[in-house]
């Protein structure tokens, strides 16, 4: 017990320092995380057993990652991205090992050696950039969606490249010392073990889409919840254990159990179960690597290790560019998905740790080549910086060549054209306006463009960007992007850089309204509350209640709520949390008085509200006597 | 002739006459019965299709209350939209020439009201004189309105004999059964005036 309480302690105090210090600087959670494992290296070493055990179970991180992104895997999507997923992963996985064996063959390694190296350089680190791409909000822009493409590629490319290790190394090399369950197929000839490993992938498909329902509704029916948690993970445990038996990877296996189960009604609550315990195992995982920094290793190799390092940087981002031009991912998205994916991945150390066992690698050659790895993956922060630096920097000098772009006074500039945008868009233009447009998605950028729109490709959340846009001149911006917090970002910036200009920006819910107010927003509209409002008119116009009455209903309803909106505006507080100010609260409970009454029952000050006007006099006649004229309606 | 009822009322909640006698229109075979308020509640009227719906009838009736001596402010804006240049009057604007027109209101206040020595001052066909000149300069004949006073403080029998009348008034024009010279001698007409008027 004290010694589990002694190594929790480390990695969470580690783990909670340094990925604070590293989300400051800006290099984001995972680089925070493997310095975090630097740092602790020494503890871990302590005790040799603890390290492999913590080795052992951080590796659930990525099992788990794999089985959440599984389950994410939405057909429609894949089929979208499959020109990309399969070309442009199938292409990118081939040249780079072809390029890497042929260095390796070139420097005098054996063929089985090189061929190794290429499947571990064709590999990138699905963890790292999918975690940096939901960072920076960039997993749904064209790179983004590019890179997530190859990366799944990559991930199906493990399978056969796993069942090809041991042809490759050959049965009679195998080292007797085994790597845990894979000795089970050790002794088996190649073309066996290469069947039981698929036979072991059958086995998860099946098992995930044939007994999981049963069971997890037999759960669910329970009623307790803690039940269900284990469940999930006993899902990705079992997964990995079946798989860690035929050797094979237990990510791969998760991923596939994650596919299956994609479109079962337990999706949600698998992912909000898995979720967690997936956070805190990736920090471990790549703590592990942090660890693995031997700084011997690193100091009598440290000319190979760097020049390796670089070497793989080049080759796979001289590999990815080309072929992101061939594929029409160009301009910024191309140097995303081209640096991007320019490091080597987690499933290197699998492949390394599976080779090193089969005797294909000595030690030695294992460890440095874990260092190369670590050493690219370290460096990922740094090669998206370098894609946005290079970006910022082609679009800076193109913009001297290209003069009709140049913005002109008084544009109304609109952040986001989604589904939100692109009704806003599409009516400006019906009335004659062109604005400029800022989007991260270049097909929807080039859709505009048709429209003779000026349209800028990228994130407007960039201060650049939207300098760029005309910011300093531009009467009107228009903020309709989905992400709350980059929205408030964009909206508090305009205000800061063009005092003088009208902000409309869409709000994701009240809080969020409030914050806007704070922002400086001029107009705020709430995205789903028009909507919901038609759709509360249509049932009570459905349940019997004239159109014209709705209409007024609706009106008084959206008034009320909209002035009590604005009234809770004033009281809120930016720096403190809403829960904690006693005055929002009190107003909380006085806004929209007329509404909530009328939700308990006591509608009299609603009615009021809508029925005012061609009220019949009380008395027959309105006439008084002698008088000038009538004060009520004939 | 076939009729066509133009139904302007902004509060039908709070209706006592105008609602059932629209109810009683309504199941007319042979009337086309339109709520206006129900139809264009954000007050964005059809003209297309209210203009052929015009001319489509013989006969127009404008029901509604009177509100502040004139129509409802949807009804109005239907005046105001589907009355255009060039359809309903103008060198070639003729479509609805030959048509008729009817009005038929409500009032709040009483028949004495409604006189040169009343609280208002004048007779109720002078405050729907825009309505008639509209219709006349549109080139259709405007009959005297089908009015009834009080519609406030009626006892239930008048109501009650009122909103039954309205159904026969409508049927009789269907059937061209209505007395449309001897209803032309009169300023305006109510429900105890229909026995006369009525031909069998």
Redesign the interface.
């Given at each position: 017990m004290e010694g589990l309480a002694f190594y929790a302690l480390y990695y969470l105090a580690a783990a909670v320092l340094a990925v604070i210090v590293s989300q400051r600087i800006g290099l984001g959670s995972v680089v925070g995380y493997i310095a975090a494992g630097v740092l602790i290296g020494p503890v871990f070493q302590i005790s040799v057993a603890g390290s492999g055990y913590l080795e052992q179970f951080s590796e659930f991180g990525i099992v788990m990652m794999l089985f959440l992104i599984g389950l994410e895997i939405d057909p429609d999507m894949v089929w979208r991205l499959r020109d990309k997923l399969i070309g442009l992963g199938g292409l990118q996985v081939v040249a780079t090992i072809a390029a890497v064996a042929a260095a390796g063959v070139g420097l005098g390694l054996s063929w089985q050696q090189s061929l190794l190296f290429g499947f571990v350089a064709a590999l990138s680190s699905t963890a790292i950039v999918l975690q940096t791409l939901e960072e920076k909000g960039l997993l749904r822009s064209d790179g983004g969606q590019a890179s997530f493409a190859v990366l799944l590629f990559q991930d199906l490319a493990v399978i056969p490249m796993l069942a090809c290790i041991p042809l490759i190394a050959g049965s009679g090399h195998a080292s007797s010392s085994g790597h845990g369950g894979a000795a089970l197929l050790a002794d088996l000839p190649g073309w066996a073990s290469a069947i039981l490993t698929l036979a072991a992938v059958g086995v998860v498909v099946a098992a995930a889409h044939f007994l999981s329902r049963p069971v997890f509704r037999t759960i669910a029916l329970l009623g307790l919840r803690e039940v269900f948690t284990a469940a999930a993970l006993l899902v990705v445990v079992g997964i990995t254990v079946l798989m860690s038996a035929v050797g094979l990877s237990p990510a791969l296996g998760a991923f596939l159990g994650g596919v299956v189960l994609a479109n079962s009604e337990f999706k949600h609550e698998l992912q909000n179960d898995i979720e967690p315990f997936k956070g805190l195992l990736l920090g471990l995982f790549f703590m592990t690597i942090g660890a693995k920094i031997d700084p011997e290793t690193l100091l009598a190799n440290w000319i190979t290790v760097v020049a390796a390092t670089l070497g793989l940087i080049a080759v796979k981002a001289l590999v990815l560019f080309p072929l992101a031009w061939f594929f029409r991912v160009r301009g910024p998205a191309g140097w995303l998905f081209a640096f991007g994916l320019a490091q080597a991945g987690e499933f290197g150390f699998v492949l390394l740790t599976i080779a090193g066992d089969r005797g294909l690698l000595s030690p030695s050659i294992v460890s440095v080549s874990v260092l190369v790895i670590t050493f690219s993956m370290v460096l990922t922060p740094l090669l998206f910086a370098l894609s946005n630096r290079i970006v910022v920097m082609l679009e800076r000098r193109g913009r001297h060549h290209r003069d009709a772009d140049q913005p002109e006074k008084g544009t109304i500039i609109l952040a986001g054209v989604g589904r939100f945008g692109q009704i806003v868009n599409r009516m400006l233009l019906a009335n004659g306006h062109k604005p400029v447009v800022l989007d991260y998605r270049a097909d929807v950028v080039d859709n505009v463009r048709k429209f003779g729109v000026k349209s800028f490709f990228g994130d407007a959340g960039r201060p650049d960007l939207l300098e760029s846009a005309g910011l300093a001149h531009a009467a009107l911006l228009i903020v309709a992007i989905d992400d709350k917090d980059r929205a408030t970002e964009i909206v508090a910036y305009a205000r800061r850089s063009n005092p003088g200009i009208q902000i409309i920006v869409r709000a994701y819910d009240r809080l969020h309204h409030y914050k806007l107010v704070d922002a400086g927003a001029d107009h705020i509209i709430r995205e789903v509350f028009d909507g919901s409002v038609q759709a509360a008119g249509i049932a009570l116009e459905s349940l019997g209640m004239?159109?014209?009455?709705?209409?007024k209903r609706k009106t008084v309803f959206i008034d009320q709520d909209t002035a009590g909106l604005a009234r809770m505006a004033t009281l809120v507080d930016g720096d403190v949390p809403a829960a904690n100010n006693p005055e929002f609260i009190a107003g909380f409970n006085d806004i929209g008085k007329v509404i909530e009454n009328a939700m308990m029952g006591y509608r009299s000050g609603y009615d009021e509200m809508v029925?005012r006007?061609?009220?019949?006099?009380d008395a027959?006649?309105?006439?008084v006597p002698r008088?000038a004229g009538?004060d009520?309606?004939? | 002739m076939r009729i066509l009822v133009l139904f302007a009322h902004?509060?039908?909640?709070?209706s006592s006459i105008n609602v059932a006698m629209a109810a009683n229109a309504k199941s007319l075979e042979g009337v086309t019965f339109v709520d206006l308020?129900?139809?264009y509640?954000?007050f964005s009227i059809d003209v297309d299709r209210e203009q052929r719906r015009l001319m489509e009838h013989d006969l127009i009736v404008f029901q509604f209350p009177?509100?502040?001596?004139s129509t409802p402010a949807l009804l109005k804006q239907w005046q105001d939209l589907v009355l255009e240049y060039g359809f309903a009057y103008g060198p070639n604007g003729k479509m609805l020439a030959g048509k008729h027109a009817l009005a038929c209101v409500t009032?709040?206040?009483?028949r004495s009201?409604y006189a040169e020595d009343?609280?208002?001052r004048r007779v109720v066909e002078q405050?729907l004189y825009p309505l008639e000149q509209t219709a006349t300069l549109c080139g259709m004949e405007y009959l005297p309105p089908f009015v009834l006073f009080?519609a406030?403080?009626l006892d239930d029998d008048s109501a009650q004999q009122h909103i039954h009348s309205y159904p026969r008034l409508l049927t009789a024009l269907r059937d061209d059964r209505f007395d449309l010279t001897g209803v032309r001698l009169l300023p305006s007409f109510g429900s105890s005036d229909l026995i006369e008027l009525m031909r069998d």
């Open positions: 004239h159109p014209y009455e709705v209409e029925a006007g061609w009220n019949a006099p027959a006649s309105i006439h008088s009538p009520r309606p004939s | 902004p509060a039908q909640r709070k308020y129900s139809e509640p954000r009177v509100f502040w001596y009032t709040g206040g009483s009201d009343g609280g208002n405050f009080s406030n403080h």
